[in-house]
């Protein structure tokens, strides 16, 4: 695939890189069109309403959990953003009175203080960890409760972190959903440096990154100041700690969540067409999921917009 300097800094590596042929195919394509792009291990599913698509998200916790036995534990890992499955986890949980306490839980990613050379504190206002405790995990019954031994955040030092996913528990999926840079967790593009100056790393590189510290995309950046911070970039860390490929591979299933808040309606088309048609590049780090065995996009149909030209 020729590649091109990025159109939103030419010191990274990013999804503007990449032919307009296939930027063209993607922008093309109608709701129905990324239906049919369905294929053996890649699933794509539409939900006509929110309430459906939030609950089939939050399903996906308890079907996992109910799995797991004190002799076969099995865990999710999950994200932050979207957000709004994780209080209905909980009232399920507690409503159906399951009992997950031999479940387990990894956090996909954290923002990294580079002041400190540490993960923020729970006390910051957009640490993940607290949002999944104050969202989910706090609302479930204490007696039903997974157990603070199960939950792994991933932190500046990720050899505890990297070490639980090969401590016997099984991870049934790995839930995420896609930044505007085409990323799940923060996996994001690299920069233009370096070893990779001249060309982005190929997919079997970025593939042997396991959980570390990265440094984030500028649009990455701007966008958890949209979606999380009202704008505020300057509250935004511009680091982060995220689970890597290795550790996704090691999930059973992967099922990416799009309601249309967090990427706009190219992206959730670029992705799902490069997945489709086996075109797996650096640049759009979410394609690389076409290597994975057992893959799953969810899709808000209203949420999938238009990519016609439309003046505002």
């Not at 308890?62 to 004190?70: E, P």
């Not at 639980?164 to 528990?169: E, I, K, N, Q």
């Not at 992967?254 to 067409?273: E, K, M």
């Amino acid at each position: 695939m020729k590649l091109r300097t990025s159109s939103i800094s030419a010191d990274w590596w990013d999804y503007t890189c990449i032919s307009k042929d296939i930027v063209e195919d993607a922008a093309r394509l109608t709701p129905r069109d990324i239906e049919k792009l369905s294929r053996p291990g890649f699933r794509v599913v539409m939900y006509d309403t929110l309430e459906d698509f939030y609950l089939a998200e939050a399903l996906e916790y308890t079907s996992a959990w109910r799995q797991s036995t004190d002799d076969n534990p099995v865990g999710i890992c999950g994200p932050i953003g979207p957000t709004e499955q994780l209080p209905l986890v909980a009232r399920l949980v507690n409503e159906l009175g399951l009992d997950i306490r031999s479940g387990h839980f990894w956090g996909m990613d954290e923002w990294f203080d580079p002041a400190t050379g540490k993960e923020v504190p729970v006390t910051h206002p957009l640490s993940f960890e607290k949002a999944d405790r104050e969202m989910l995990f706090d609302r479930i019954a204490k007696k039903r409760r997974i157990p603070d031994a199960h939950l792994h955040f991933p932190k500046a030092d990720t050899g505890a972190y990297r070490k639980s996913w090969d401590a016997g528990v099984r991870c049934a999926v790995m839930q995420g959903g896609q930044g505007d840079v085409k990323h799940w967790a923060f996996n994001d593009p690299l920069p233009r440096r370096g070893k990779f100056k001249a060309a982005p790393p190929t997919p079997a590189e970025y593939r042997k990154l396991a959980t570390r510290v990265v440094e984030l995309h500028p649009l990455t950046i701007a966008q958890n100041a949209r979606t999380s911070g009202g704008g505020n970039i300057s509250m935004v860390p511009t680091m982060a700690i995220t689970v890597g490929p290795v550790e996704t591979w090691k999930a059973e299933k992967v099922s990416i969540w799009q309601a249309g808040t967090h990427d706009n309606p190219f992206g959730q088309r670029l992705t799902a067409f490069l997945i489709s048609k086996n075109l797996p590049t650096s640049c759009v780090p979410m394609s690389l999921l076409a290597e994975h065995p057992n893959v799953q996009f969810n899709y808000y149909r209203g949420g999938l917009g238009s990519c016609a030209v439309e003046m505002h």
